[in-house]
């Protein structure tokens, strides 16, 4: 059964920088999709940044210019690096898998993500 694990996160002032990783395991193939969600108390689960199986990247337009993401080169631990965090990036961040995302255009439907992670808290304090 494949497994998604997030790590990072943690408490940090406005403008501070944090990176977020996520590692997939017991997944044999190495063309995934690995897409960071973020929930906001009171708010829906939204896309934030995703990188496809073609390497392809996607970030919102809200946090274009400040998160980026990438991959390792064994290409099952993915970074979510977020730069200058504002007050409103407050959110429990989480980390899904695909393995039928190849290119990814914009953030790929919720219902294609085959495994989740438990998430991980980001409280950016002004």
């Known amino acids: 059964q494949v497994q998604v694990a997030e790590s990072g996160g943690g408490a940090v002032q406005t403008g501070g920088s944090m990176r977020l990783s996520c590692t997939v395991s017991n997944y044999p193939y190495s063309t995934l999709c690995i897409t960071w969600f973020r929930q906001a108390p009171g708010k829906e689960r939204g896309g934030v940044a995703t990188?496809?199986?073609?390497?392809?990247?996607f970030t919102i337009a809200s946090v274009k210019g400040r998160f980026s993401v990438s991959r390792d080169n064994d290409r099952y631990t993915a970074h979510l690096d977020m730069n200058n965090l504002q007050p409103e990036d407050t959110a429990m961040y989480f980390c899904?898998?695909?393995?039928?995302?190849?290119?990814?255009?914009?953030?790929?439907?919720?219902?294609?993500?085959?495994?989740w992670g438990q998430g991980t808290q980001v409280t950016v304090s002004s």
């Open positions: 899904a898998f695909s393995s039928r995302v190849m290119n990814v255009l914009n953030i790929p439907p919720v219902g294609l993500f085959e495994a």
């Open positions: 990188i496809g199986g073609d390497d392809r990247t």
